[in-house]
């Protein structure tokens, strides 16, 4: 006789095989969705409400200093070959600009994520490894080595194309000029300071000597190890305004982190008075359609201005209580098809 | 001479190889000699081709050494064959010995590499083929590529895509062109060449177009055709493990052979059937016999077999009764004709314990050997002729018709010494003789057993259990009929029964069909025991117990155009030769002798047993039993030899060998005596009509096609109610002139147009009076082969193909397997519908290679059909629930999961494409490139791979219960052009809504590249994953560990990811970017919006849709949610409502108060 226990081809009689496991089948009926629909609705209008509170609490100035306008105060650095303009912004507050104040420069139409300038610049170089000082990489053409042949640190057309245009800001009391202190500390990633950016060891106790045989990016005016010459720690890849210009913004108007303005008298912010902001304008943009402005900005929470978020989440938030009102009328109309049996 | 061990590889074309009993053939061999004195060597193929019964060999004519050891030295002629081929059951050649005399062999002298030789002590023989050029290496072609239906369209969909990320390389490449010529003097930002030149912009734009295409290829779903792969991987997975469609009996699951097509199981619309074997259960059962014009009903083996279905109708019976309230035996009888469905249940139930029953009594591995087939109960008249001829005279119609039932066949006896040794399993048979013993005479004894209990019964009760059964003979219909005379012919049948047993219990017959194997079984009822069958020889013990040793001269085999086979032997007594032949009805009557042709030599006495036969012949087909006919053919010494030496010619022959055996078998099978003709009953599996009713509410079209004749092929149509006596208004066509068949065709078309013109009135008829549709009459087509082939002609085929259109069901009868894939072949190109065929045996593999779904029905017929098949099932029945359910399942998974995929990858890609506005189209990508890959390949691949195996919308007892549900699969409803179209709509929605919130929350911030895109690239997570979410119908743990494990491995992975590549993967710089935008508030106020914002719309329109427009499947789902007592009530419902939802106004009105399925 067939002997039971040999029936070898007998599938495994469990729910996973006969597909018979335990399952959640969510019907949308009605008393989820339209209470569902509700419940995010206004939860959306309660963060929408917090948002543009918030937002609204974040104070803004903005000046556009590209100097197109004749009247500008900057017009006349616009002119080419005038080396070493400087321009003056003057302004007013009527109020308190409550601290920390966040010192931005921004640039409109131009493209940090174009791809190929993206790509253009020495990894190794950057982490401090001098043996690609010599021989930049490919991703740098080219602006890897200058026309006689000597390797550019760093190399590459992100690099090259840094931002040298340089503010100092003035309170003017009673007619003097008194210097707000701008702090260039801890502007840039801590992760790209401390981790991804290495200067090279410096070589017999001198630093400039670890860029021996190498020139500095053909735009640059100094070399990377001179560029702040009131820090030495500020110098080579690890200052802050090459680490802050390195890290490529997403669209093509953007605006950096230049300073904070953190210390002294200003701990709280900028009193209410007159100042001046002097611009070293150095930078073109006029040629690519360009605009160069000056931000400042205190931040919340939700970091800068931000109008739009808490619209939307308002403008989300009244759409599904409208829906969820549409639903209980369709449903209302249509009887409940699914509870009426 | 010496032998040497070598291995397989080694052999070669030539080399001398000898094989040992239980031995596996290395290669194609030509058999030159074996160890039987005979000549012979019994080998299985079951590696092969499935067939479990022995195959004899026979070493090449002359060459056989019986007694003597195998001198390959001696061998010194040579072998010509044919090329090397796949056909396993063709072979010819010959051997040209060095006197040029030339021998000719066929199939049956090859053995066949991978076969095993059983029986044999050793055969030894020359290789003819080895290593790739074996038989069964060319049959290893590998399952046949077949592209199902959704894959096709998917493949356009695809060059949608293509077109589509054309379009959007070109905006590319364009917007980057026009980008530069926005430029007088180039900014600093654009990289020059080493002459500080740039690059014109309309190259920078061709060079950009390509660029593009890299960046946005995902577009292109080249994974889905991996996923797909996977996801039908676990499709089939959870079919072969379906416990339903498992058969205990054979032991065996449902095969997929075919791992491409499954979602096609979902889209048949038309089903062609064969019925032998696949409606039937080809369990051959001999029911009566005519000899020489009287007709013997044997009503007590009709008892019986009646009583082994009746044992289960009792059981069921009271099963009911316990479940249900207590009924009178009118209700009962009712309702086993309304056929309620708990009634069904429990009818199915029965049926497999029946099923079970008889399995359980056939442990011998045999083909054909249940007791059901094995066990006749003689009729006790034709008992006494036989046993008054076997006295008296010796000779006589009766005793060969007896002789021709014994021998007249290719049946293999096994004896207890020649039984078969295998080294392992279940299989093992050793000592069968005892066992066999103990289940002959425990199965008649049981018979006998439970049939006195039903008179029991029957006397005490009034209610008449064979009254259900209309088929069963009468003869226990009226009570009256005192239980005297019953119990006496029980108690003499019981005696019969143990004559005969004490006779035959050391055989056991291995037969190649089953009509075989019932006939010579029945012939072993009456005493007539072949016990031995050699080549040359073949005995038979009589009733007396003498042994009766025929020599055989020839045997003419069976083919399908002779439709009969004869065996020439030579008598040992009277030693006159004799032919012996069978073979269906037509094919032996006209060759009678001189019956009707020659009017004027009018033998009476055989003229009148021929018309008394045919008479007899037309009601066995009537009631659905298989024919056969019986002759005897007496030959002369003198015309035996002239036609021998013609024989032989031809059997050596090499070119057109076939055509020219078969000539020399017509030429001498005339004149022939006939002896009788028997019928074979031929069950109808279980549950056939109940499957084939479902199907058709499924909206499949069930055609049956079958070589059998017309009457016994309407009879089971009915039966198994492919036809329905009320109901279906049949048309039967048979002609020989096609004038008539076009004539019939045309008026049939137009009666049939009339009657199904002005629909608009129908329906409005049917939405009144719903009861009425009942009535009305479909349309039932028969037609025959002939007929067949001259409708198909190029003139008629589209009024046919007009015609059957029409039809509710079409049988065709005495249909040659060419024609049947012919008839599937113009069905599937001329209505352009998906098509399924489904057969058991070798006549079926055309039509199953024909159809856009094969499915083989391994049974009693060998493997050929399950070779040739994309699915193997065992029953008939199991066809409901694969198509049903595991064909519906996995269409709308599929559909559902390829949908998705092109959503996907679009929504993704377009994030990518937005950006390119804000980038000077210069192809930057703001998400790291590995974490894009891995997005892809990681992160949201295994949702809907899981998606795709496991999404259950409705379960399976509702679609078996609602067959109604499959037809959004044949109606391709999951997958159309407009659901790709609105996926990729709704792709571009949310990857809108994806990159133009994040975009406005950022702009003009200090935000870089990176942290820009970890929020997209987060949210289209997000998205892509709850958009899976609301598609998916219903949730298992499985559901929530992939879904919410990819969110956390999506996390996991790219936090790791951006914490410790600092800077691997230049230029993109992903370093703690990820961390630092999660630790920023912001991050999730935009990845909160943003998917809710994406997804809000398809939400909302899946709820609309399911309110005010709710699929059957959705009803269906509401369903399950009741209690099953409700459940019941309502599915009846729906049923009634079927009709009066034909028409979309109507169902306008009334879908307020339910849900009518819309079709």
Known sequence: ?341 | MRLVKRRWKDVRVGDFVRVLSNQIIPADILLLHTSDPNGVCHMETANLDGETNLKQRRVVPGFSTPGKPFQPQTFSSTVVCENPNNNLNVFKGYVERPDKRRTGFGIDSLLLRGCTVRNTDDAAGIVVYAGQETKSMLNNSGPRYKRSKIERKMNTDVLFCMLLLFFMCLIGALGHSIWLETFTTMPSYIVPDRNGNYTPSVLAGFYMFFTMIILLQVMIPVSLYVSIELVKMGQIFFITQDVELYDEELDSRVQCRALNITEDLGQIQYVFSDKTGTLTENKMVFRRCTIVGTEYRHDENAARLAVVSGANEEEEDTLYQQTKLPKLPLEELQDSHTGDKNHANTQVTAANRHRSRVAAGAQCDMAFSTPLETVVVPDRKLTLEVDRQMASILSGPYLDFFLALAICNTVVVSTVTAQRQRDKGRSNSDGSFHIMGQWFRKGSLRNVFSSMKFFKRDGETLADPFAKDEDEPDMFHSSDVSDSTTGQKVLSSEGEVKRSLSRTEEVCYEAHSPDEAALIHAAKAYGFTMVERTPYHVTVKLPDDTLLKFEVLDVLTFDSTRRRMSIIVRHPHTNEIIMYTKGADSAIMERLGNVFSDMSQVDNVAKQIAVKTQKDLDMYARDGLRTLCFAKKVISEKEFKAWFAIRQEALSAIDEKEERLMDTATNIENNFTLLGATGIEDRLQENVPETIQALRRAGMQVWVLTGDKPETAINIAYSCKLLDHEQDLVFTFSTNRKSVCKMRLEDTLGEVRRSSLSPGAEVQFRGNNSGFTLMEHSIGLVIDGPTLSMAMSDDLVEQFVELCKHCRAVLCCRVTPLQKSSVVKLIRQKLRVMTLAIGDGANDVNMIQAADVGIGVSGQEGMQAVMASDFAITRFKHLQRLLLVHGHWCYSRLANMVIYFFYKNVAYVNLLFWYQFYCGFSATAMIDYWLMILFNLLFTSAPPIMFGIMDREVSDSTLLSLPELYKTGQHSEGYRRSTFWIAILDAFYQSLVCFFIPYWTYNGSDIGIFSFGTPMNTVSLFTIILHLAIEIKSWTVVHWVIMIGSVLAYFIVTLAYSAICTSCNPPSNPYWIMHKQMADPMFYLVCTLTTVVALLPRYTLHVLRGTLAPSPHLGARQLERLPPSRREQRIREWRGLRDTCISPSLRSQEHSSSPCPTA
């Open chain 1, 1 to 341: 006789m067939k002997n039971e226990g040999e029936t070898t081809e007998r599938p495994d009689n469990t729910a996973f095989t006969q597909q018979r496991l335990p399952a959640w089948q969510p019907i949308l009926s009605a008393g989820i969705i339209i209470p569902g629909f509700l419940l995010i609705g206004l939860a959306f209008i309660g963060i929408g409400v917090g948002l543009f509170l918030t937002s609204q609490t974040i104070q803004v100035l903005e000046w556009d200093y590209t100097g197109i306008a004749k009247d500008s105060p900057c017009f006349s650095c616009t002119i080419p070959n005038t080396p070493n303009c400087t321009c003056e912004i003057t302004f007013a507050l009527s109020e308190l600009f409550k601290g920390p104040i966040f010192f931005y420069y921004g640039l409109s139409n131009y493209y940090q994520n174009f791809r190929r300038y993206g790509v253009s610049k020495d990894y190794n170089q950057l982490t401090g490894d001098t043996q690609y000082f010599k021989s930049p990489q490919n991703f740098c053409f080219p602006f890897d080595f200058d026309s006689k042949k000597n390797p550019i640190v760093p190399c590459g057309a992100i690099a090259n194309s840094m931002f040298n245009d340089t503010f100092e800001l003035y309170q003017i009391i009673n007619g003097t000029k008194k210097q707000v202190p701008l702090d260039g500390k801890g502007i840039s990633w801590w992760t790209d300071y401390n981790l991804k950016y290495r200067n090279p060891v410096p070589v017999d106790g001198s630093f400039p000597k670890a860029f021996d045989g190498t020139v500095k990016p053909i735009n640059w005016p100094k070399p990377a190890y001179e560029l702040d010459l009131t820090d030495q720690n500020n110098n080579g890849f690890l200052n802050q305004d090459f680490l802050v210009w390195m890290r490529r913004s997403a669209l093509p108007d953007f605006r950096k982190l230049y300073r904070r303005i953190t210390e002294g008298d200003y701990s709280g912010g900028l009193p209410a008075g007159n100042y001046s902001l002097t611009v070293h304008y150095n930078y073109p943009v006029m040629s690519f359609d360009g605009k160069k402005k000056v931000v400042f900005s205190n931040v919340s929470w939700m970091g800068g201005k931000n109008d739009f978020l808490g619209i939307a989440y308002l403008v989300v938030g009244s759409l599904c209580v409208v829906m969820s009102v549409v639903m209980l009328i369709v449903y209302a109309k249509f009887k409940f098809s699914d509870d009426d049996v």
